[in-house]
């Protein structure tokens, strides 16, 4: 089936460390986005890639990182300047309704600072 | 720049009655408005959007928001809740930019009382 796939599920981290969640998309979508999500705050725009080799920062990149290599691939890296990463990650990708794009959402990564 | 507005937290509701699920959005133009549901521990799922047309838009499973243009409002809605209709929703506004990224509500909590 077509969809979006999020690894790791879970995962906890030790302060300092870097952590690359995946995000692997077989939707042949152009765009693909990064969000966070926080209680009480809804989603925040980290990153978004409109196509390969290209991403632009959204609302929050700071202590971020992506790279675009493949058009299916946009891995997000948290890194240890990231001062509060504990949260909630979802990958998006974007594709074409009615003349409209609607947002194609993985289902997350939860990633724990220890 | 745009922005929605979700001014529930929480909505509870008897199962059976009808349910609505506020929100209101700042744009400077036209707007084309979206409708997110999350269930626990998953990404969001579209709902349904308004680009043009019926100010009544019918979206999955048996929901539907009403635009409102002088109210700036686009209320979710549905005649009759389900138990399993409990969930968070999310209201989202797509950016005006040229991106095509959403600005997300902070997301209201609906459960559904048996």
């Known amino acids: 089936d077509g969809g979006i796939t999020q690894s790791p599920k879970y995962l906890f981290r030790k302060e300092g460390q870097n952590v690359t969640l995946s995000c692997e998309q077989n939707l042949n979508h152009d765009a693909m986005y990064w969000y966070r999500q926080d209680p009480g705050q809804g989603l925040r725009l980290i990153y978004y890639s409109q196509i390969v080799n290209d991403f632009q920062k959204g609302d929050i990149a700071e202590g971020y990182s992506v790279s675009r290599e493949k058009k299916e691939s946009f891995p997000l890296t948290v890194t240890s300047a990231q001062k509060n990463p504990t949260a909630f990650y979802l990958c998006a990708s974007t594709g074409r309704v009615s003349g409209a794009n609607v947002l194609t959402f993985g289902a997350g990564s939860r990633l724990t600072v220890l | 720049a745009q922005s929605v507005a979700q001014p529930e937290d929480q909505v509870n509701v008897a199962e059976g009655n009808p349910l609505t699920v506020k929100c209101t959005y700042s744009v400077s133009g036209n707007p084309y408005l979206f409708w997110y549901v999350q269930y626990p521990n998953r990404g969001l799922q579209f709902l349904l959007k308004y680009i043009t047309g019926d100010n009544l838009v019918k979206g999955s499973y048996g929901f539907e928001a009403e635009f409102n243009k002088s109210q700036t409002s686009f209320h979710l809605k549905k005649p009759s809740a389900l138990v399993s209709d409990s969930a968070l929703y999310f209201c989202?506004?797509?950016?005006?930019?040229?991106?095509?990224?959403?600005?997300f509500g902070t997301g209201t909590r609906l459960t559904v009382i048996p």
């Open positions: 989202a506004v797509r950016d005006q930019t040229g991106a095509n990224n959403l600005f």
